[in-house]
């Protein structure tokens, strides 16, 4: 029974060991593959500062040397053995495009290392319209599909006749007489003031927007209707000297 017991405890050791070991070894490979490609970036990076400081530094007397040395580290960079003549125009045009970028500009699309020039020229508007909040980025040629029925309804509008919601209240004569016909919204479920005919809610008709509500008289609005404080006076002295003759008396 002891030796079993030894045999499955070894076992169960060997077991953890394993998966310890391949664990390990996938991370391994892991750390291995992102410091190639780190490398690999590194090192086309570097190529490409290369190209720019031997044609920056050449000398007369090393115009051979010079070439070949553009020539080596130009294939490093751009691989013309395992990409197709497109590929490459891309890449050179990319390069070119970063470097006459400003000096923020270049930075930004620099540390996003983009792959292609239309990545490229996005990172560019979006650097750009950060730099310079009120101006947008892209601009469309398209008019906007609003401003043609704009057009139309402002050409409809003349110096006579403003817009409603811009014509200022004019104040209309007083009546002379009190308590005469006046008029309510519409369709209102509100009973009319007081003094005012049932009957005078269907002659509103198609009248101005600019209608007071209460008289009926265009040029201002219910809420500046010269004619209520009037109206409340007179119901109170309608109340006051009810048992006298109206008409033999006037409102103080």
Same mark, same amino acid.
């Given at each position: 029974?002891?030796?079993?017991?030894?045999?499955?405890?070894?076992?169960?050791?060997?077991?953890?060991?394993?998966?310890?070991?391949?664990?390990?070894?996938?991370?391994?490979?892991?750390?291995?593959a992102s410091q190639q490609q780190a490398q690999a970036s590194r090192q086309q990076g570097a190529q490409q500062q290369l190209v720019r400081d031997l044609a920056a530094q050449h000398q007369s007397n090393q115009e051979k040397a010079v070439a070949q040395r553009i020539k080596e580290d130009c294939w490093r960079w751009l691989e013309p053995d395992q990409r197709t003549a497109g590929q490459v125009a891309e890449e050179v045009a990319l390069e070119q495009f970063v470097q006459v970028l400003p000096p923020?500009?270049?930075?930004?699309?620099?540390?996003?290392?983009?792959?292609?020039?239309?990545?490229?020229?996005?990172?560019?508007? *979006? #650097?750009?319209?950060?730099?310079?909040? =009120? @101006?947008?980025? $892209? +601009?469309?040629?398209? /008019? #906007?599909?609003? *401003?043609? =029925?704009?057009?139309? &309804? $402002?050409?409809?509008?003349?110096?006579? &006749?403003? /817009?409603?919601?811009?014509?200022? %209240?004019?104040?209309? /004569? +007083? @009546? &002379?007489?009190?308590?005469? !016909? +006046?008029?309510?919204? !519409?369709?209102?479920?509100?009973? %009319?003031?007081?003094? @005012?005919?049932?009957?005078?809610?269907?002659? +509103?008709?198609?009248? =101005? $927007?600019?209608?007071?509500?209460?008289?009926?008289?265009?040029?201002?609005?219910?809420? *500046?209707? !010269?004619?209520?404080?009037? *109206?409340?006076? &007179?119901?109170?002295?309608?109340?006051? #000297?009810?048992?006298?003759?109206?008409?033999?008396?006037?409102? /103080?």
């Open positions: 029974m002891e030796t079993d017991k030894v045999l499955k405890w070894l076992l169960e050791s060997q077991q953890q060991q394993a998966a310890q070991q391949q664990q390990q070894y996938a991370q391994l490979l892991q750390q291995l923020g500009g270049k930075e930004w699309v620099q540390r996003h290392r983009p792959k292609t020039l239309a990545e490229a020229v996005s990172l560019t508007e *979006d #650097y750009m319209a950060a730099e310079r909040p =009120g @101006v947008s980025s $892209r +601009r469309t040629d398209a /008019p #906007y599909k609003g *401003d043609a =029925g704009t057009r139309r &309804e $402002r050409s409809n509008l003349t110096l006579s &006749e403003p /817009p409603p919601s811009l014509a200022p %209240p004019a104040t209309s /004569p +007083r @009546v &002379e007489q009190l308590g005469g !016909p +006046r008029r309510t919204a !519409p369709g209102s479920n509100q009973s %009319p003031p007081m003094g @005012v005919h049932p009957s005078s809610r269907e002659a +509103r008709g198609s009248s =101005g $927007r600019n209608q007071c509500w209460g008289c009926g008289q265009e040029g201002h609005f219910q809420r *500046d209707c !010269p004619y209520m404080e009037c *109206d409340y006076m &007179e119901s109170m002295c309608k109340t006051l #000297y009810s048992g006298k003759q109206w008409n033999d008396l006037s409102c /103080p």
